[in-house]
C-alpha cells in the first residue's frame, strides 16, 4: 500500500510540475506492464531428462519453443542424461521428470524406487528386426548372430518373444551380440551380425542399402514406448507442478500431430538428421502416438511383465504402483472442454 500511494504522490507531482494527464497516465500504463511483465516471468522451474534425441522425443522441444511449457507457467529446461543415470537424478531430486520412463521401471522392479509413470508417447514399440537380404523369414534366424541393444536390454526381451511366436527357441536358436551403442546397423552392415535391432531412423538406413525387414516390433508386441516417469515425492509434494507439465506436453503433442510441416522441421532441427528422413519418420510413424498420453491397462500389465523377466523378479507390480495417468486424463478432459486448439 506504502508503494502504491508513493506512486500517486509522484504521479501527482508530475502532473503540477506541467506534465500533461495523457502521458501521466501513458507512464502509468508502461509501469503496469512492465509489472506485470515481471510476475509473467516469475515461472516455476522445472528440469527434464532426455536420453537420446530420437524422434518422438521432439514433443517436448516443441512444446517449449510454442510456448506451451510458458503458458503452464513453467520454465523448462532438458538435459541429456543416459537413462540410468537419469532415474538417479530423478529420485535424488536434481531433475523432475526423466524421458527413461522404462529405466525408471526396471528401478521399480528391482529396488522399489519411489517413482511412476505419468505420460506415454507412443502405443506401438519402435524397434525393427532388420536382415541380410538372403535371409527371408524370421524362422530363418536360426543359428545366426544378432545385433542387440544389450543382452539385457527391454528391446532384447521383447526380440525374445517375437521369436518365440515364429517357432523359435529364444534361448537357443540365435545369438546375441552386444555391440555397443549405435552399432547395431554397422555390425549387420559390416557382415559381422546376420540381422539387428534398429531404431527408426537406422532402419531407413538399412533399407536404403538393401537390408532386409523382417519385423517391426509395434506389430508383434503391446507395449508402451517413449514413456516418462517422475517421482513420487514430485507428485506428493507439486501436484501442480505434474498437472501444468504434462498439460504443456499435451499440447506439445497435439502441435506435433496436427502441424506436419513444421513438425518435420522440428524433428530436423531436434535429432539432426536429413529432412527427407525426418518426412519419412513422420509420416510412417505419427500414427502410433497416443492421444491423450496414457496407454491401456493391458499395454501397461504387459510392460510389467516384461520388468518382471528383465529385473528377474517374481511377484507382481500393481499397476497402480508403476502409473499415474490421472494427470494426462485431467490434462486431455481439460483441453477438450475449452475446445484447445494448437
Do not use: C
Not at 148 to 163: E, R, S, V, W
Amino acid at each position: 500500500m506504502k508503494t502504491v500511494a508513493t506512486s500517486i504522490k509522484r504521479l501527482t507531482a508530475l502532473y503540477r510540475s506541467g506534465l500533461q494527464w495523457k502521458n501521466v497516465v501513458a507512464i502509468v500504463l508502461i509501469l503496469s506492464h512492465l509489472t506485470l511483465g515481471t510476475k509473467a516471468l516469475a515461472l516455476d522451474a522445472v528440469t527434464l531428462a532426455i536420453p537420446t534425441k530420437t524422434f518422438q522425443n521432439v514433443v517436448y522441444p516443441i512444446a517449449q519453443e510454442r510456448g506451451y511449457m510458458r503458458e503452464e507457467g513453467l520454465d523448462l529446461k532438458m538435459v541429456f542424461i543416459e537413462p540410468v543415470p537419469s532415474v538417479q537424478a530423478l529420485m535424488a531430486g536434481s531433475i523432475d521428470f526423466t524421458a527413461a520412463g522404462a529405466s525408471g521401471l526396471i528401478a521399480l522392479g528391482k529396488a522399489s524406487a519411489p517413482l511412476k509413470v505419468v505420460f506415454a508417447l507412443n502405443d506401438r514399440v519402435h524397434q525393427w528386426i532388420l536382415s541380410r537380404p538372403t535371409i527371408s523369414t524370421p524362422p530363418e534366424l536360426k543359428g545366426k548372430k544378432i545385433a542387440t541393444t544389450g543382452i539385457a536390454a527391454i528391446a532384447t526381451f521383447m526380440l525374445k518373444q517375437i521369436l518365440a511366436k515364429h517357432g523359435l527357441d529364444a534361448n537357443k536358436d540365435v545369438i546375441y551380440l552386444d555391440v555397443g551403442t549405435n552399432n547395431q546397423l554397422t555390425s549387420l552392415l559390416s557382415g559381422a551380425a546376420d540381422a539387428a535391432v534398429l531404431s527408426a531412423e537406422q532402419r531407413y538406413a538399412g533399407l536404403d542399402a538393401g537390408m532386409r525387414e523382417l519385423f517391426y516390433y509395434g506389430n508383434e508386441v503391446k507395449n508402451s514406448w517413449g514413456i516418462l516417469a517422475t517421482s513420487d515425492r514430485v507428485i506428493k509434494e507439486q501436484p501442480k507442478l505434474v498437472t501444468s507439465f504434462i498439460k504443456a506436453t499435451l499440447k506439445g503433442m497435439r502441435r506435433f500431430r496436427e502441424d506436419r510441416s513444421g513438425s518435420i522441421a522440428a524433428i530436423v532441427k531436434f535429432s539432426g538428421i536429413e529432412r527427407s528422413l525426418a518426412t519419412r519418420v513422420y509420416d510412417d510413424l505419427i500414427g502410433t502416438f497416443t492421444r491423450n498420453g496414457a496407454v491401456d491397462a493391458e499395454t501397461q500389465r504387459n510392460d510389467l511383465a516384461l520388468i518382471r523377466q528383465v529385473t528377474g523378479i517374481t511377484e507382481n507390480i500393481p499397476i497402480e504402483r508403476a502409473y499415474d495417468f490421472s494427470f494426462a486424463f485431467d490434462a486431455d478432459q481439460l483441453l477438450n472442454r475449452t475446445n484447445w486448439r494448437p
